[in-house]
């Protein structure tokens, strides 16, 4: 079993920063595949981004993509999401999940950190 944690969420206003973190148990966490989430509210679950194992390939929504940077520190189980040039449209509960095997939806989910950007 897997446990995983996010922390970092706030009220920012738009076109400030925030970093969030998921520290995870277990010692497999080296082998999964990690991702960034978000729901806003009345609308589904979407991807925000991946970090395979080494951290060398990424993948982003294009919503995203240029103003967030995904990244991961093996040695301390946690994977980052730093999010820059925040909109109000990226307001929304962030959760991070653990793919176990590559092509499977997230195995494991957090509980979520609520993002808040104001206009």
């Known amino acids: 079993q897997v446990q995983l944690v996010e922390s970092g969420g706030g009220l920012v206003q738009a076109g400030g920063s925030l970093r969030l973190s998921c520290a995870a148990s277990g010692r497999t966490f080296s082998t999964y595949v990690m991702a960034w989430f978000r729901q806003a509210p009345e609308k589904e679950r979407e991807f925000v981004a991946s970090?395979?194992?080494?951290?060398?390939?990424?993948y982003y929504a294009d919503s995203v993509k240029g103003r967030f940077t995904i990244s991961r520190d093996n040695a301390k189980n946690t994977v980052y999401l730093q999010m820059n040039s925040l909109k109000p449209e990226d307001t929304a509960v962030y959760y991070c999940?653990?793919?176990?095997?590559?092509?499977?939806?997230?195995?494991?989910w957090g509980q979520g950190t609520q993002v808040t950007v104001s206009s």
């Open positions: 970090i395979y194992w080494s951290g060398t390939s990424t």
């Open positions: 999940a653990a793919v176990v095997a590559v092509g499977t939806t997230p195995k494991y």
